[in-house]
């Protein structure tokens, strides 16, 4: 009976020390980063858009850079928007400048510049 103790004490203890060890390995390491430009946005380029007054928009994720054109040529650009917003605005066809533009972009005050 002694014996099995100390059998069980021992794996314990390995068991113990490998999972410490463990610990240790994965502080080492650089921890994930999230890339917000790699995985939202068209890093400036348009694309096209299925609503009744736009015809394509883009996003830059790293400039937080919203770019829309309209159906009647106007080209807009769109400053401080975020990721999530770039989202809404996609996920908005084909109402989305009624829905989401319009809304969250021109009556929140967003800044903005006719560009062409």
Do not use: H
């Not at 068209?42 to 309209?70: C, H, P, R, W």
């Not at 769109?78 to 989305?96: H, I, N, T």
């Amino acid at each position: 009976m002694k014996l099995r103790i100390q059998v069980l004490f021992l794996l314990s203890l390995i068991v113990l020390t490998s999972c410490g060890s463990s610990e240790t390995n994965s502080r080492n390491r650089e921890p994930a980063k999230f890339v917000v430009e790699d995985s939202v946005g068209t890093k400036g380029e348009l694309i096209s858009i299925q609503s009744n007054n736009v015809n394509a928009a883009g996003y830059d994720a790293a400039s937080m850079v919203m770019t829309v054109q309209f159906k009647n040529g106007a080209l807009y650009e769109y400053y401080g928007v975020s990721p999530e917003l770039w989202v809404s605005f996609v996920a908005a066809q084909p109402d989305p400048w009624s829905q989401v533009g319009y809304p969250q972009l021109v009556r929140s005050d967003n800044p903005y510049k006719r560009i062409g």
